[in-house]
């Protein structure tokens, strides 16, 4: 069972720390903490993490629409990731 985060999460919600690598390099990054969503379409991953391992784009993008309504666009990147 996966621990609850209660101290970025109100409900509090279950989170992984995860290690993601970018497949171009094989640089890595560790203790990634991911919100677990198992109805989630995609998986959203830290843009500090994605900027950082220089993760390659591709062409899909996304919208997003958070709880308030707000829309928003995210591309998609190519990462290996496990926890």
């Known amino acids: 069972m996966p621990a609850y985060d209660d101290s970025r999460f109100s409900p509090p919600a279950p989170v992984v720390h995860s290690t993601l ?3 171009q ?3 890595t990054q560790t203790d990634i903490p991911m919100l677990i969503d198992s109805g989630a379409d995609v998986t959203l991953l830290p843009k500090t993490v994605v900027d950082s391992l220089r993760l390659e784009s ?3 993008k996304y919208q997003l629409r958070a709880f308030d309504g707000e829309l928003s666009i995210s591309e998609a990147v190519r990462a290996s990731f496990w926890f």
């Open 25 to 27: 390099t094989g640089e």
């Open 21 to 23: 690598r970018c497949p």
């Open 58 to 60: 591709s062409d899909t």
